[in-house]
Structures are given as structure tokens and as C-alpha cells.
């Protein structure tokens, strides 16, 4: 994930040293030009401890955290430092989803109803008489631990089940069409932005199976209520520079907000994104990052219409995967690149993490677009013994 970025800093000229995981480190070759920190895992306290041995180690022109676990360590550095970033506020309610729901409602962003408990069980009562919801923990990603409880008996189940867990929230089930907004702010004013509409698995788990770029609300006033969320939450989070990713689902009273991070969105977005636009949205970043201008660099229109899409596929023991070469083959697929096959045992889908691989795709119109994954759907056979 963070390659690009990489790439971009050497072409601009920048010295990169990067904070790594020791596994990842030990996994593949390092880049001779990088000086690398290791960190010995992914939590949050270990980023930071990689980041203060480096900015200690010489005082760098700018610090860019793109993942989740980096935000608070890249914005304690960042404001130490004097540096652009998102701001130690913003990063601190971007790594926590209870603060959003709590902080976010003063400053209008509209989102659902919720509960915040020590633990599931007193949140029973609230859960009962709002059913469907979704339990949802404070800190995790990639849809883990977020699920949809429908019935009283579910309700009871999972009480038993993750009762457990300590703080959580409870959110009343929003009904509709997913969309999130990626949008690139310097000192808190937008100067791009993107809607993705997204496809999620049916309830209970909603992982996320496909993204579509360059979304246009065609209803006006609906364009005008998303503007106001978007603009909304940037308010809250209190917003300087960098990347915002938010998630929205568009309910029966409008669009309400899901999560925002100030951080690179997952799922191949970001180069998505860049292919869209015909802008390489990696190197705006790092410019952001390092005080330089971007200029007339930022477009406002798509050129091309890119989609990520990711093949599941039910739980069991993969014996066959049939159509890659003919996908690879397709004029609008960029890239399909499977990290199952066959011999491989896939579980139950719950989170983004158990998908087989991911489809990029690139067409000259939205219609193209469904062709090209279409095309993709069909072709692509992956056989399962249960
Ligand atoms: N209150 C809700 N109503 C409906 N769907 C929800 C709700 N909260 C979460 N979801 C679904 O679950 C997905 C994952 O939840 P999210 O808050 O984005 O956590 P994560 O950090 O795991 O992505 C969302 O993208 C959305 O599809
Ligand atoms: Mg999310």
C-alpha cells in the first residue's frame, strides 16, 4: 500500500524513510534507497514508536501515515513538527468510531440513532426495541466484528456470544445504497472529491465486493444533502490536509454517514481513483504532505471509469479456478489477481480479509464498466467442495 507512495516521493526527488513492519521486512526485499524503521507488529503504539525514532533521527520535511494504525502516530509527529496533516483531532476521531457518532451530531452530521455501552449486555433493552441494528466495535476495520442482528433471538445469541468484548456500539440498521467519498483537503478546504458507489455482501457482514468510481447523484437535492454531510463532517473532524475516506449510506431521510478516516481508503481505491481522473491521486498526497503546491494538477471530471471488484466464493476446499487468462485478456481489465486457488480452504465470508483476490478494471464509460464486470462475473469459475 505504500509503494505508490514511495514512487511518487523518489520521481518528486524526497528522501523516503519508512516505517515498516518487521514481518513485511522479512517477507520481501527492501528498497536500497528507503532506510527502513522496523516495527515489531501492527498497533497503533508500535507505529509510533517506529515514527519517533525516526523524526528524532533527523527532522523530516513532511510525514505521510496512510493506513489505519499509522494516522495517530503520523499526526502526534505532524504536530510536533509544525507539519501538514489532517490534524491530532481529526486523527484521534478518524481511529475511533464511538467518538464520531458521539462528537458528530452537535456539528449536524447526520447518522444513526446509537448506543454506547461498557459491554453488549446493558446494551440489551436499547438493542430489543430497535431491532434491525448493527453491533459494531470501536477501533477494527475491514467490516470485523461489524454485524446486523435482526431478531429477538439474535439479540440474545450475540449478548452470549460477545458479551465479552467490553465497549461497544450499537447502531440502529440503515437501509440503502452505500456510497463513500474520497476527497483530497488542504487546510480544510476540498479541492478534489469522488464518490464510489459500493456493493457489500447481503447482511449479516457487508463485506465490501465492489467499488464503482466517479458516481454522480443525478438528484440535486440529494447532491446538495451529500455536499452538506461531506462538508459536515470535515467541520467535526476539524480537517487540515490529507486524504478523507467516509462511507455513506443513502436511507429513506438521506444520506447518513458510516465511519470517516483521514487515511487512504483500502481496496485499491486510491489507484482506482487515479485512473478515473487520469491524475496519480499518490503523489497529490505526498505533495500535500510536504507543503507543495498542486497547482492545476487536480482535475475535477472522470476520463475513464475504473472499478475494483473481488471474487468470493462459498466456505470450502477450492478445486478448480477457471477463466483467469481470458479476464487478464479482457481490454478493459487493468488486473485480476487471485491469492487463493486450488487446495486452498475458504471460510465463511465475514470480512474483507477472506476474499480471494481483487478485479481492477478501467472502461471508457460507466456502461463499458458493467460490461467489463460482467464479463468478469461470468467468466470466472472458482469450483468448491463444502
Ligand atoms: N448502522 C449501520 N446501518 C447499516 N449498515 C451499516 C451500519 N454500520 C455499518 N454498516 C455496514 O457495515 C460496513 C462496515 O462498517 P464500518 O462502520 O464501515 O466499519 P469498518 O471499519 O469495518 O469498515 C459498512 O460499510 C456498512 O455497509
Ligand atoms: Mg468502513
Not at 533521527?57 to 496512510?66: C, I, S
Not at 456510497?179 to 458507489?197: D, I, M, P
Not at 431521510?253 to 481508503?265: I, Y
Not at 466464493?313 to 481490454?331: F, L, N
Request: net charge negative; with cysteine.
Amino acid at each position: 500500500m505504500g509503494r505508490p507512495y514511495v514512487d511518487a516521493a523518489q520521481r518528486l526527488g524526497v528522501r523516503v524513510r519508512a516505517v515498516e513492519s518487521e514481518a513485511l521486512l522479512a517477507a520481501g526485499p527492501a528498497d536500497p534507497d528507503v532506510t527502513y524503521y522496523p516495527v515489531p507488529n501492527g498497533l497503533d503504539e508500535s507505529w509510533q514508536q517506529g515514527v519517533t525514532r525516526a523524526i528524532t533521527e533527523r527532522t523530516p520535511d513532511g510525514v505521510l501515515a496512510f493506513a489505519e494504525a499509522h494516522v495517530l502516530a503520523g499526526a502526534l509527529a505532524q504536530e510536533r513538527l509544525g507539519l501538514p496533516g489532517p490534524s491530532l483531532h481529526a486523527a484521534v476521531i478518524s481511529r475511533n468510531k464511538a467518538l464520531q457518532r458521539t462528537g458528530f451530531g452537535a456539528y449536524g452530521v447526520p447518522q444513526p440513532g446509537f448506543l454506547l455501552a461498557p459491554d453488549l449486555g446493558s446494551a440489551r433493552e436499547w438493542m430489543a426495541e430497535r431491532l434491525p441494528v448493527v453491533v459494531k466495535p470501536l477501533t477494527l476495520g475491514g467490516s470485523e466484528g461489524v454485524e446486523l442482528v435482526t431478531t429477538p433471538a439474535e439479540a440474545d445469541e450475540i449478548v452470549v456470544r460477545r458479551g465479552g468484548e467490553g465497549k461497544i456500539l450499537v447502531e440502529e440498521a440503515v437501509q440503502g445504497p452505500e456510497y463513500s467519498w474520497e476527497a483530497l483537503v488542504h487546510e480544510g478546504e476540498v479541492l478534489f472529491r469522488n464518490v464510489t458507489e459500493k456493493e457489500t455482501t447481503a447482511p449479516p457482514f457487508f463485506v465490501e465486493l465492489s467499488h464503482r468510481i466517479g458516481h454522480r447523484f443525478t438528484d440535486p437535492a440529494l447532491a446538495a444533502q451529500v455536499d452538506a454531510l461531506t462538508s459536515g463532517v470535515l467541520r467535526a473532524l476539524n480537517m487540515r490536509t490529507g486524504l478523507v475516506h467516509l462511507e455513506f449510506r443513502v436511507g429513506v431521510d438521506g444520506p447518513v454517514l458510516m465511519e470517516v478516516a483521514v487515511r487512504t481508503p483500502g481496496d485499491f481505491l486510491a489507484e482506482a481513483v487515479g485512473l478515473t481522473y487520469g491524475f496519480d491521486l499518490h503523489e497529490a498526497v505526498v505533495r500535500l504532505a510536504l507543503g507543495l503546491p498542486l497547482g492545476d494538477r487536480v482535475p475535477t471530471e472522470p476520463v475513464a471509469y475504473a472499478a475494483t471488484y473481488f471474487p468470493t466464493c462459498a466456505a470450502g476446499t477450492i478445486t478448480a479456478v477457471d477463466g483467469v487468462q481470458e479476464i487478464a485478456a479482457h481490454p478493459d481489465v487493468v488486473r485480476i489477481r487471485l491469492r487463493k486457488g486450488p487446495g486452498d480452504v475458504v471460510g465463511r465470508l465475514t470480512s474483507s480479509s477472506q476474499r480471494l483476490g481483487h478485479v481492477l478494471v478501467r472502461a471508457g464509460s460507466p456502461e463499458e464498466r458493467e460490461d467489463a464486470l460482467k464479463f468478469v462475473a461470468d467468466r470466472l469459475r472458482i469450483e468448491v467442495t463444502p
